[in-house]
């Protein structure tokens, strides 16, 4: 007997996972297989959510928690959450209008929108959406002339508050749920936009990530800072940082802030949660907190993840997926996944015992023990 899926309204939503269930149930393969996929066994990704269970909370009683503030500013712009839209290219695949609902429901929301280098449409058509901020996601272009024109045109829009250099994925990773996708002459250039579209071959046998990855430049090196400091004034952001070491090297060259990040599981399998990386840069080199902004994402799907992290020193947490899958409900779904994961901040951090999470948040209310 075969069942029609029926697509759940936006009340019967009511966590983060309900949006993930619907993508399953509704996306195409191709989609799915992108969204939802990782590199090789994908150990890297479901252990970035998996790893949650392992920290736990330590909640103080007797407090008076009957107000919540949450709110905070990171590279000057105001959060009413600690929350980012991970970048996430080709979101034409989401919805077949893009970034652009995404980029409203996140503004509407109080919330930040990281713009991909792969995104659907032109990075000025985006901020069109956007009353005044956003950051902005580059993977630098071998042509690195491509990428100069690109920061200076996120320069001048004036929305675009920080710059995020992706580092985590110098040569493509093997996705297979995505290579065994072949692409179709329909979904192979459609969903980026022309700003960076690679020249060069066009492998239909590859996956959607591999074929748009091509023109990634893999000499990518520390020196590279200056090359960049000398087109824009942003601050400039480090999205990929697995080890302490690489924690402390970014703050030395002047980053103003990291992404502890590994892609979600899509860059090199077997690379450990980033919320033990988080635990791993507060251990060995607490310093960097104290001199750059400390970002994580991946597998954060609960308010309470979030919530470790800020006790962990972050500024901020990104979700990548989540709003991948949200967006099939356009601007609306944006702004529920919001509103979700809201309330579940502020719950957590009550039952904590905490009133004022960036006053508050500090590692008391971890523990680790289950750890050493
Ligand atoms: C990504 N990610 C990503 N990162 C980036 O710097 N540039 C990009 O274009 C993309 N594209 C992209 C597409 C898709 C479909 C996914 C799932 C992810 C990585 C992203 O920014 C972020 O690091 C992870 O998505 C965080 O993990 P979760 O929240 O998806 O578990």
Redesign the pocket.
């Known amino acids: 007997e075969s069942q029609v899926y029926q697509k759940p309204t936006l009340d019967d939503i009511i966590n983060l996972d309900d949006f993930e269930s619907v993508a399953k149930n509704t996306f195409s393969p191709k989609s799915w297989a ?3 996929g ?1 590199a090789n066994d994908c150990f890297t ?1 479901d252990e ?2 998996d790893f949650f269970r392992r920290i736990w909370l330590r909640p103080a009683i007797m407090r008076d928690v009957s107000r919540v503030n949450t709110q905070s500013t990171l590279f000057g712009c105001k959060l009413d959450i600690p929350v980012f839209v ?5 979101a034409k ?1 989401s919805h077949e209008e893009g970034e652009l609902p995404l980029a409203r429901g996140a503004a509407s929301s109080g919330i930040i929108h ?1 713009i ?4 659907s449409y032109p990075l000025t058509e985006i901020l069109d959406q956007t009353p005044s901020q956003a950051f902005y ?1 580059l ?1 630098i272009n071998r042509d690195r002339s491509k990428t100069e024109a690109l920061i200076r045109l996120a320069e001048k829009t004036g929305k675009v508050k920080a710059l ?1 250099v ?1 580092a985590d ?1 110098p040569v493509m990773s093997k996705r297979e749920a995505d290579e065994r996708i072949k692409l179709d002459e329909g979904t192979q250039w459609i969903n980026v936009a022309k700003d960076n579209k690679p020249t060069g071959e066009k492998k239909k046998s590859a996956g959607l990530a591999k074929a748009n990855s091509s023109f990634i430049d893999s000499t990518l090196n520390w020196d590279d800072l200056r090359w960049l400091r000398n087109i824009s004034k942003l601050p400039i952001v480090l ?2 940082v697995q080890r302490a070491e690489d924690a402390r090297l970014a703050m030395r060259a002047g980053f103003d802030g990291i ?1 502890i ?6 860059a090199a399998d077997t690379t450990p949660p980033t919320i033990l990386v988080l635990l791993e840069i507060h251990r060995y080199c607490p310093e960097v907190f104290g001199k750059m902004k400390v970002l994580v ?5 609960r308010g309470s993840d979030i919530v470790k992290a800020i006790c962990l020193g972050a500024s901020a947490v ?5 709003f ?1 899958f949200a967006l099939s409900y356009g601007q609306d779904g944006v702004e529920h996944a919001v509103s979700l994961i809201k309330e579940e901040i502020e719950t957590a951090s009550q039952l904590v015992g905490m009133t004022d999470l960036f006053r508050d948040a500090n590692p008391s209310y971890i523990n680790t023990a289950g750890l050493d």
């Open positions: 992108y969204h939802s990782a990704r970035n959510r991970a970048p996430v290219g080709a695949m990281c991909s280098t792969m995104s996601q993977y995020f992706t994925l999205k990929g992404v990040s590994n892609h979600g599981g899509r994402d991946g597998g954060f799907r990104g979700l990548g997926r989540p991948a």
